[in-house]
């Protein structure tokens, strides 16, 4: 069974960083595709950054590139979002996801997707 755990939100204020974590258990973890989305109250779930299995593509929303960092460690089954330079607009429910199918890319495509697993999020807060 797959299970998909993230931490590390909280509360910071703008222009802070925060590092969110995803620890994923059930299967091979680097035969799959990652991603993490997010959504704020009243919205759609939107893409924010995916990384392929092989760990050497990524994508980011534009809303997010050049302040977000997705990464993974497979020896620790987790992959990683480092957000620097934070904005009250990022304040949302932050999802890990990977896809049901190995060697499947993710699409930036509102969610939530149904091929695709879902953790139960994180909670990020930016005060201005």
């Known amino acids: 069974q797959v299970q998909l755990v993230e931490s590390g939100g909280g509360l910071v204020q703008a222009g802070g960083s925060l590092r969110l974590s995803c620890a994923a258990s059930?299967?091979?973890?680097?035969?799959?595709?990652m991603g993490w989305f997010r959504q704020a109250p009243g919205k759609a779930r939107e893409f924010v950054a995916t990384?392929?299995?092989?760990?050497?593509?990524?994508y980011y929303a534009d809303s997010v590139r050049g302040r977000f960092t997705i990464s993974r460690d497979n020896s620790a089954n987790t992959v990683y979002l480092q957000m620097n330079s934070l904005k009250p607009e990022d304040t949302a429910l932050y999802y890990c996801?990977?896809?049901?199918?190995?060697?499947?890319?993710?699409?930036?495509?509102?969610?939530?997707?149904?091929?695709?697993?879902w953790g139960q999020g994180t909670q990020v807060t930016v005060s201005s």
């Open positions: 996801t990977q896809p049901k199918n190995a060697y499947t890319v993710i699409s930036p495509r509102p969610g939530p997707s149904p091929d695709n697993h």
């Open positions: 990384i392929t299995w092989s760990d050497t593509v990524t």
């Open positions: 059930g299967r091979t973890f680097s035969n799959y595709a």
